[in-house]
């Protein structure tokens, strides 16, 4: 995940930052609060640690700011001052949680990933487009009422498809789902493909799959644009 640290104390920050990434997220940094609020409008964050205490602008005056612009971004508020008026006039600006200094980075961590699990839209458990049907919790699928045989990859690109219907997946969306970095051979995402059509579309009289051609494809009931 991206996590922009908003913190003046240069070794604070570094420490918190390297810990970051050292987990394999991708931290960025600012040193007061108006060039932090400056990153946290322009460039994609998944989550926020901010100082209370920041030259500039404070890090209440930061958070209230970021609402104010619409950005949902969870926000960890860093605070010297363990008093309960402070933690509460965070909560009012719309931070997410806080932690008092001096703190565990391993506590930091654990609080942050869960700031940014909970800040995720629920997943739909069933996902309906025409008569098919996706459970994601039992990992079947059904069409017209007929219980589809599929297999983990198939099951899994047409997870994929129906979650971003009716909008195009990329190929190389579908291919670093489905085999990261390293797909096994060029023409293997089209034979899995291939596969998945012969279970969900092949059976009935209309096709849910399409190729949208050089692009990707998507799952849609009645599309004029593409075969
Ligand atoms: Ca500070």
Known sequence: MNVLIVEDEQDIAANIGDYLQAQG???DYAYDGIGGLHLALTQEYDA????????RMNGLQFCQALRQEGFNTPVLMLTARDTLADKLAGFDVGTDDYLVKPFALQELYVRLTALVRRAQPPQQKIIKVADLELNQDTHTATRAGHTLKLNPVG????????QSSPNTVLRHVLEEALWQETPPESDALRSHLYAL?????????????HTVHGIGYRLVADDASTA
């Open 25 to 27: 997220e991708t931290p």
């Open 48 to 55: 926020i640690v901010l100082d209370v205490m920041l030259p």
């Open 155 to 162: 099951l899994k690109l047409l997870a994929l498809l129906m």
């Open 197 to 209: 059509r012969q279970v969900v579309d092949k059976p009935f009289k209309q096709a849910l799959i």
